[in-house]
């Protein structure tokens, strides 16, 4: 029995908006590919060889440590100074990838969208994507596009997960610091969530400050090549007192941190200072630390500092010893303070 | 100088809401930890072992050709008779890895939490996933969880990627369809669709239907070892016809469907003649549809007649000609259409 013609049925739209996320362009069928050839493999450009199977194929050769990660980003707003969500959605899984010393491989990509959100912002942000995958040397080898009704997300959420390979050798974990390593930052704190902060409208503060967010598997692999790594974290959400609480507790070691070793941007400080926040526990998107075996740290970290994300890396404290998960701060003023994890939530939404 | 204790000056909950996930559950510090270590790890269970990195290391050996893959799942609603939208995800990826000839090696999942989903919602939706995995015999090695305020998400999102390693020799893609190939589908057509289009409130009918969700892989395993196979799809968004218009134009093949052959439920067919609906459009989640050669065609269907998520396996049609992009139906009083792919959107948020 010949069934009705469902498509003309539910889709009668002759004048549907052009240049414009309809809950069609989630179906799976003749819209989702038209978004895909019309919008996506264009701006992704060369970052995207275009693939039509479930999924995509990459070869390797010999023995591997394969590195896998996911990251799903829900910035807000899209777009602000230094960055987008599409920029930050490649840079912090590249990161992730990095920050076990795995080089990146390839990425794939998950999109949510609203119906409704411009193709213009979709475009927007799949250049930025293009652009950081580039930067970083890897490709976005198999995507997914799905669409909810106007009001069930905001705007867009992308997840990026990655695959990467870890050369012979090397063995970072948080697990891995030792008494007398040295801890080195890449660069200055709390550029990126302080930037989002006053991208948000209405917070009434206006800065000159650009996010931070950088892919930094080059800056990795120059380390990798310059001295011995043990420890490596990206500190995001939650900013770096976080990272190194958990550090600590994950190497059972006490960590002493010198407050005013740390680099702390003026423009940060004022905003810190001004709505009662501290920078340590702001988020970074394109900086790491590291913990480094004290015959190595003078190697690496000159090494950092001639590279274009960690030309203002520097020392700021030294595992102490081993049997006591602590993190004490040594505060400029000569006293000393533990450090906790980031108890609540600062800002919501930072990535 | 000392910074005010902002924790306490933004996070005043002393009578937080228990059991209910709030923004902070996203900030990265102690209470994503208290997430992870309460709510994830115990539900998840021996499918997640325990990793603090920011991304999970898989050691493999010898040449190998991996597969990635990435699906994110907006199910509305969340559980419906069959399953949710946790087991969906699950199996989601394993298909998509399963449909290049891949064995899961590993999943990484992201969630994005709606602030405000209870607990409860949460673990039953981790529980179903713990299942699926081990269902699957795939681990969770690596997750990530946002938290966006009430109303910027519906109650939850879920992201699967996976990695899988495909044996040397299986060559299975969209573009392999030869002239003379069977084409075989598994099981019955729209299952899933119909099962959620009647869970959707106010929808005003009834049946007895479950979702067809369900991981492919030992399916997929079982048909490699019984013959060649040049093409597998999971029919998902889009249906059955979605997916064969796809092959044709990816092989440049003209393919012949009987409609008569097509396995499909009363109560789907029902539903559908209810409605207007197609069951050809309608989308699965736990169905193949394979072109294998003719002389492996009874053989690969046997056995897959003998497995779990294959006992309702049909053939449905051949491989006509090269050198035209067609697919015509046959249908039951005889005549012949033309089919095309969705052409818009059926029904918004079936996976």
Redesign the interface.
């Known amino acids: 029995?010949?069934?009705?013609n469902?498509?003309g049925?539910?889709?009668p739209?002759p004048h549907r908006p052009k240049e414009t996320v309809?809950?069609?362009h989630?179906?799976?069928?003749?819209?989702?590919?038209e978004l895909v050839e019309q919008v996506f493999l264009p701006e992704l450009g060369e970052a995207a060889p275009r693939t039509?199977?479930?999924?995509?194929?990459?070869?390797?050769?010999?023995?591997?440590?394969?590195?896998?990660?996911?990251?799903?980003?829900?910035v807000?707003p899209l777009f602000f100074p230094g960055g987008d969500i599409g920029h930050l959605a490649v840079c912090g899984t590249v990161?992730?990838?990095a920050?076990?010393g795995?080089k990146p491989l390839?990425l794939?990509?998950?999109?949510?969208l609203e119906e409704g959100l411009p193709f213009a912002t979709l475009r927007q942000v799949l250049a930025s994507m293009r652009a950081a995958a580039q930067e970083a040397g890897v490709q976005i080898?198999?995507?997914?596009t799905?669409?909810?009704?106007r009001?069930?997300?905001?705007k867009m959420?992308i997840?990026a997960?990655?695959?990467?390979v870890?050369n012979q050798g090397v063995q970072i974990?948080?697990?891995n610091a030792r008494p007398g390593d040295v801890i080195i930052v890449s660069g200055t704190l709390g550029d990126h969530g302080i930037t989002v902060l006053a991208a948000r409208e209405g917070l009434g503060f206006d800065t000159d400050l650009i996010s931070d967010a950088a892919p930094l598997n080059h800056l990795v692999q120059a380390m990798l090549a310059a001295g011995e790594i043990h420890v490596l974290?990206?500190p995001?959400?939650?900013g770096l007192a976080?990272s190194l609480v958990?550090i600590s507790e994950?190497s059972q070691v006490t960590l002493l941190i010198e407050e005013d070793k740390l680099p702390v941007k003026p423009a940060v400080r004022a905003a810190?200072?001004m709505?009662?926040?501290?920078p340590l526990?702001i988020?970074n998107e394109g900086k790491l630390v590291a913990f480094v075996p004290p015959e190595d740290a003078e190697a690496v970290l000159a090494t950092m500092r001639q590279t274009k994300y960690g030309k203002n890396a520097a020392i700021i404290g030294r595992v102490l010893d081993a049997g006591k998960a602590e993190v004490r701060l040594q505060?400029?003023?000569g006293?000393t303070?533990l450090l906790?994890?980031?108890?609540?939530?600062?800002l919501?939404?930072i990535?």
């Not at 070869?59 to 591997?64: L, N, S």
């Not at 794939?108 to 949510?112: H, W």
């Open positions: 029995m010949d069934k009705p469902f498509a049925a539910t889709c739209t309809l809950l069609g989630g179906s799976g069928g003749t819209l989702s590919r039509l199977d479930d999924a995509a194929i990459i070869e390797t050769t010999g023995r591997q440590r394969l590195a896998l990660s996911t990251d799903s980003h829900v807000e990161n992730d990838l920050m076990v795995a390839a794939t990509c998950g999109f949510i080898v198999a995507g997914d799905k669409v909810v009704q009001g069930s997300a905001d959420f997840n997960s990655g695959l990467g870890v974990s948080g697990a974290r990206d995001t959400r939650g976080t958990e994950q810190c200072e709505l009662g926040f501290d526990f988020a505060t400029a003023i006293g303070r906790d994890m980031l108890p609540g939530e600062l919501p939404r990535c």
